[in-house]
C-alpha cells in the first residue's frame, strides 16, 4: 500500500463503498425540524461551548425556510429534574430559534424525539420525506432521532455549524472536548444514516 496515499486520502464510508450517494436536502422539499434549542443549553444548567455562533447560523436557515414556506418542527426536550423543567427558564427555545405562530411545537422526554410523541404524524401530514436537522446535543438527541427516522423511511440531512454538543468524559479521568464529540458524532452518522453539511448556506431553496 502507498503510505503516503492512505495518510492523505480519507477513508471511504460505507454508504461509498456501497456506491450510495445521499443528496442533501432543500429547502422546496424538507421539514426544518428544530431539536432542543432551549436556554439550558445557553445560560442553564448546561451551556454549551459556541452555542452563540451555532444559534445564529440556525436562526438564519430558520429564517430562509419561513420565507420559502417550509414546514418547521420545533423539538423541546420536558425533563422532570432540575434540567429541561417546564417551570424553569430552560425549557424555554433559546432566540434566534423561537416558534412562531403555525410552526408545530412537540415536546419529548426521551433522546429520540419519535419515542411517545407525535413527531411521526406531523411529518407524515406534510407529506415530505427529508429532513434539514439542527439544534442539540449531536451526540444525544440528533443522533438517536435522525437514525429513528431513518428506519421510518425519513433521510436527514444534518447541518453541523448549526448544532452542537458538550465536553464529555472519557471515563478515565479525562475530557473529550466538545468539538472532537461533535466531529465524531457526525462521522458516525454520515457513514451510512445522513448526509452532513457545514453551514446553513449548503442548503438550496
Given at each position: ?46 451551556p ?9 447560523v ?29 417551570s424553569?427558564?430552560g ?6 430559534l ?34 434539514i ?12 432521532t435522525v437514525?429513528?427516522g ?19 468524559p472519557?471515563?478515565?479521568g479525562?475530557t ?6 461533535h466531529?465524531?458524532s ?5 457513514d ?13 431553496d
Amino acid at each position: 500500500m502507498n503510505s503516503t496515499l492512505s495518510a492523505t486520502t480519507p477513508p471511504p464510508t460505507i454508504l461509498d463503498l456501497a456506491g450510495l450517494s445521499l443528496p442533501t436536502a432543500r429547502l422546496a422539499d424538507a421539514v426544518l425540524l428544530v431539536i432542543d434549542a432551549q436556554r439550558e443549553y445557553v445560560d442553564g444548567h448546561l451551556p454549551l461551548p459556541g452555542i452563540a455562533q451555532s444559534l445564529a447560523v440556525g436562526g438564519r436557515l430558520l429564517a430562509r425556510a419561513r420565507a420559502a414556506g417550509t414546514p418547521v418542527v420545533h423539538v423541546l426536550h420536558r425533563g422532570n429534574g432540575p434540567l429541561f423543567n417546564p417551570s424553569g427558564a430552560g425549557f424555554a427555545p433559546a432566540a434566534p430559534l423561537i416558534p412562531q405562530a403555525g410552526e408545530a411545537v412537540v415536546h419529548k422526554s426521551m433522546a429520540n424525539a419519535f419515542a411517545g410523541t407525535e413527531l411521526l404524524d406531523l411529518l407524515q401530514k406534510t407529506g415530505r420525506h427529508q429532513l434539514i436537522v439542527i439544534g442539540y446535543m449531536t451526540h444525544n438527541c440528533i443522533s438517536s432521532t435522525v437514525r429513528a427516522g431513518l428506519d421510518l423511511g425519513y433521510r436527514s440531512t444534518i447541518v453541523a455549524d448549526a448544532s452542537g454538543t458538550r465536553d464529555l468524559p472519557d471515563g478515565q479521568g479525562g475530557t473529550i472536548p466538545a468539538a472532537t464529540v461533535h466531529a465524531a458524532s457526525l462521522a458516525g452518522l454520515a457513514d451510512t444514516i445522513a448526509r452532513i453539511v457545514d453551514d446553513e448556506q449548503d442548503i438550496a431553496d
